[in-house]
């Protein structure tokens, strides 16, 4: 359950890794402050107030003299910071004391209340930043305003911006840093992104803490190994054509020489069946070619492949919905999707293409009103040289890597090839390619 209140990002969740020991250090902080320093402090002077109080009262009643009592409460008023008034025959009429809005008032109604032995009433007024005391006195009433700084510590308000003020610096200083130390992950996760679209990573540096350095070492180590891989396979398979080009040449020359034969056209037909093959052989190797990710229009490929493949003979139907632009390999892509209206064109009378945007990906679906491929071999007809034997004759196939190079070619720019029904009852080609 905690998990999903907690921030996915790495630089959200150390945040939180500095964050919760302040707050708790704070918390703490307060709880001891507030329960015994400020609370000691705070009783202290709410006891000076009512020895005062008691005092001038007992002064008071010592003297009945308007004169001596007007030059008591005037010597008070000027020499304890508080300010006393006597209202002659305006007797007090004290109920139970107040709670206290706060635990600081109520306990100040406590002290004051254990310190004064007579009757009196307790207001705060928050407005004039004084409270207001009246005490009970022979006929009349004592009114005394009590300043807030008298009863109360001003170190609580100095020590809560200190705290905040100090918390927000911290926390400035954290995110700052932070930023530094989170910015090349996500410059590496970026490269791996371009280089997992087949896009060129040559200006990506290590940089950042060791353990990311070293995560980024072996990231361009692997690909470089990649890259290795990729154009080893390439160069293999176009010298493994290449080669055997020679040995066909020298027996297509040797069966023009027999003539036209029985014996030699069943031969001519077996050359020709390994020349396409041979072809086959180096359109996978050029699937894997050094061709530079740009950007491209691909309603405007699109249209170029359709339109070949209708010069071809073949019946397609084109429609894009908004504009198309991405980035990414423009032959390979053109090349994938000719493979596929080929496939469709074999099999099937009319196709059609539809190309769209799904959010941050482009989705480009190719279907026919033919067979179909079986549910259970959708996913193997992707392996290269594999060849349905039921629903499409292979008689009339290539050498079964079609499909293999179209998914080959999507997925090296970080998309993919997935087939299905199409809603004609055929089969559907879906292309996603990330924008």
């Known amino acids: 359950m905690l998990k999903r209140f907690l921030p996915r990002s790495l ?91 706060t635990p600081i008032e109520a306990l100040l109604i406590r002290t004051i209340d254990e310190g004064l032995e007579l009757a009196f009433t307790i207001e705060n007024q928050p407005a004039q930043k004084h409270y207001l005391i009246r005490v009970a006195f022979e006929d009349g009433t004592l009114q005394v305003l009590v300043p807030h700084n008298r009863v109360t510590a001003a170190a609580s308000q100095v020590l809560a911006l200190w705290t905040i003020g100090s918390s927000l610096l911290l926390l400035a200083i954290a995110i700052l840093f932070l930023r530094n130390q989170v910015r090349p992950i996500l410059r590496l996760a970026q490269a791996a992104d371009r280089l997992g679209k087949g896009q060129e990573v040559e200006d990506f540096k290590p940089s950042g803490a060791s353990e990311v350095r070293l995560a980024a070492d072996a990231f361009l180590r692997m690909r470089d190994r990649i890259e290795r891989q990729i154009r080893q396979r390439t160069e293999m398979l176009a010298g493994v054509s290449h080669d055997l080009r020679t040995p066909l040449t020298r027996m297509k020359l040797e069966l023009a020489m027999l003539g036209e034969t029985p014996a030699a056209a069943e031969m001519q037909a077996d050359v020709e069946e390994m020349e396409r093959m041979i072809e086959g052989y180096l359109a996978f190797a050029r699937g894997a070619d050094g061709e530079r990710a740009v950007e491209t229009d691909l309603t405007q490929l699109l249209e170029e492949t359709v339109g070949d493949a209708r010069r071809h003979g073949a019946e397609v139907d084109f429609a894009a919905e908004g504009e198309l632009r991405a980035r990414l390999r423009p032959q390979s892509l053109k090349r994938c999707v000719a493979n596929l209206l080929s496939n469709a064109e074999r099999y099937a009378r009319r196709t059609s293409v539809e190309a769209r945007r799904d959010g941050d990906m482009i989705e480009i679906t190719v279907d026919d009103d033919g067979p179909g491929i079986p549910e259970a071999e959708r996913e193997a007809v992707f392996r290269p040289f594999y060849r349905l034997e039921g629903s499409r004759n292979p008689g009339t196939g290539g050498v079964g890597l079609g499909l293999a190079i179209a998914r080959d070619t999507v997925r090296s720019q970080g998309g993919d090839v997935t087939l299905g029904e199409a809603p004609a009852g055929g089969l559907r080609a879906t292309v996603r390619l990330p924008v």
Do not use: K, W, Y
């Open 11 to 101: 630089f959200g969740r150390a945040i939180i890794i500095i964050i919760a020991p302040v707050v708790l250090l704070q918390v703490v902080a307060a709880i001891v402050f507030f329960d015994r320093h400020l609370e000691s402090v705070t009783r202290r002077m709410a006891r000076s107030v009512a020895g005062d109080i008691s005092f001038v009262t007992a002064a008071l009643s010592r003297n009945s003299e308007s004169l001596a009592r007007f030059r008591i409460l005037q010597s008070a008023n000027r020499r304890l910071n508080l300010n006393f008034t006597l209202l002659a025959e305006q007797p007090l009429t004290a109920g139970p004391l107040p709670t206290g809005g």
